[in-house]
């Protein structure tokens, strides 16, 4: 998929997320956050200005979420977002109303949502991952210019073909037609068997 699609899937097929910020001592919050829209650039939400959430919101730009989809852990589809957000005002509260109209039997008039200001996470990385399938699906994807830094297991040239890491693997995603093997990571589950087994000391994690 491109990115687009990710921002969309997260937004129209999954909604409701769990995010976390840090509030003024350092320490992690969670809170759960519907995204009510997406674009090119970003993902979109709201908060009142009077909530703790907001005040952090503030002092601090960094977000992350993780939001999933499926009945059961084995049909469950999860994204995982790390961006910045910014403040950009209440001008695009009826749009997000129109889009999501379960939000005016919470904030039902306008003097209601007089508290309300929208944010957008307006740069980040996300992965996806996709357990319903066999082996496992996972992807990156970023937005807003962020760079996504290249993660997970690596053969280097060390690799002797002992192919032990071949065995270890429970989603069988190494490659071992080739010398170094290749572990396919679009398909890893980085769970560092391949690394534990490995006599030559040949793979890297990044």
Partial sequence: ????EYLQYI???????VFATVDGEGR???????????????????????????DR???????AFTAMKGK???????ISVQGKAKEIGPDRLPDLFRKNPYM?????????????????????????FDLSKLPVERASFSFGGAQAKETGYF???KCIGCKLCYAKCPQK??????????IQQEHCLRCGNCDAVCPARAIERR
């Fill in 1 to 4: 998929m491109q990115t687009k």
């Fill in 11 to 17: 937004a129209t097929k999954i909604h409701s997320t």
């Fill in 28 to 54: 992690p919050v969670t809170c759960a956050i519907d995204i009510m829209d997406y674009d090119a650039d970003g993902l979109y939400f709201l908060t009142a200005k009077g909530k703790n959430f907001y």
């Fill in 57 to 63: 919101l503030k002092a601090n730009e960094n977000v």
């Fill in 72 to 78: 059961d852990t084995l049909s469950c589809v999860a």
């Fill in 104 to 128: 005016e039997k919470i904030y039902p008039d306008v003097r209601a949502r007089s508290a309300l200001t929208v944010f957008k996470i307006y740069a980040g990385t996300g992965e996806w």
């Fill in 155 to 157: 053969v280097t040239d």
């Fill in 173 to 182: 995603c190494i490659d071992i037609s080739t010398r170094p093997v290749v």
